[in-house]
């Protein structure tokens, strides 16, 4: 599988996805909403990846919509537009349910289509001077797709304020709002983002991270009583599994477990 418009390789057990735009701030157009599909695909497939790692080449995270895109998208038809953007919706719905642990590097700014990038990794860092934010109100858009994510992230009344307003804010704002995990200096954040994938790796069983992940994405649309049912049946079924019976093992032996 080749790749145009990013870069994508594996160490570590750890997947790295470069959004490779930089003379374009890396903004997104119908090619590199495709790769970044298929690479994901990949990474999700690849029983040598436990975690996978989303940044970009240049100055910017990912500046949102290519220009020469969005006047191409003025062409289209109405049911053009809604394939078009049922792959953005295919995109954001696959980070956000992928089996793996998905962090966002956030090197630069990171806005509209961008932003929504980091809205759905579960884990995110940024170099303070990057600014985030979502502006599609102010040239007759509408963050419709991130705003379902967006919600359950933050809650209605900082998504109401991010969305309406399509101002950006620092990232030490987006980690206050928690839009992000934290704020990392640019000179650490490398260093950082591979330090956490590394314990994700290596101090967490792939099944536990990856049921945790569907509980935390599935749960808000259950009831409370149904979703704690759910949560018992899933308790049930991780007791079974051959990774809880060799880490409940190694606690009792005090023995230290690398997974």
Not at 114 to 135: I, N, Q
Not at 224 to 246: M, Q, S, V
């Amino acid at each position: 599988m080749e790749f145009n418009l990013l870069q994508y390789e594996v160490a570590s057990r750890t997947a790295t996805i470069t959004l490779n735009r930089p003379d374009k701030r890396n903004a997104l157009n119908g090619q590199l909403v495709a790769e970044l599909r298929q690479a994901f695909a990949k990474a999700a497939a690849d029983e040598g990846v436990k975690v996978i790692v989303l940044k970009g080449n240049g100055e910017a995270f990912c500046a949102g919509a290519d220009l020469e895109y969005l006047q191409q998208l003025q062409q289209n038809t109405y049911d053009e537009n809604l394939v078009d953007s049922r792959e953005l919706m295919q995109l954001f719905q696959e980070i956000y349910l992928l089996d793996k642990v998905v962090i966002a590097q956030v090197e630069g700014h990171a806005v509209a289509g961008g932003c929504g990038l980091v809205t759905v990794c579960d884990l995110s860092y940024a170099v303070p001077e990057a600014m985030m934010g979502y502006t599609e109100v102010k040239i007759g858009f509408i963050p419709a797709l991130v705003a379902v994510f967006l919600v359950r992230k933050i809650g209605e009344g900082r998504a109401r304020e991010l969305l309406l307003t399509g101002r950006l804010v620092t990232a030490e704002k987006a980690a206050h709002d928690g839009l992000i995990t934290a704020v990392i200096p640019a000179g650490e954040i490398k260093a950082h983002v591979a330090k956490v994938a590394a314990s994700l790796c290596n101090d967490a069983s792939g099944n536990s991270l990856k049921v945790t992940k569907k509980l935390i994405g599935t749960v808000l649309d259950l009831p409370i009583k149904d979703g704690l049912e759910h949560a018992a049946e899933l308790n049930a079924a991780t007791r079974g599994h051959e990774d809880c019976k060799r880490g409940i093992a190694a606690f009792l032996h005090k023995e230290k477990l690398v997974w």
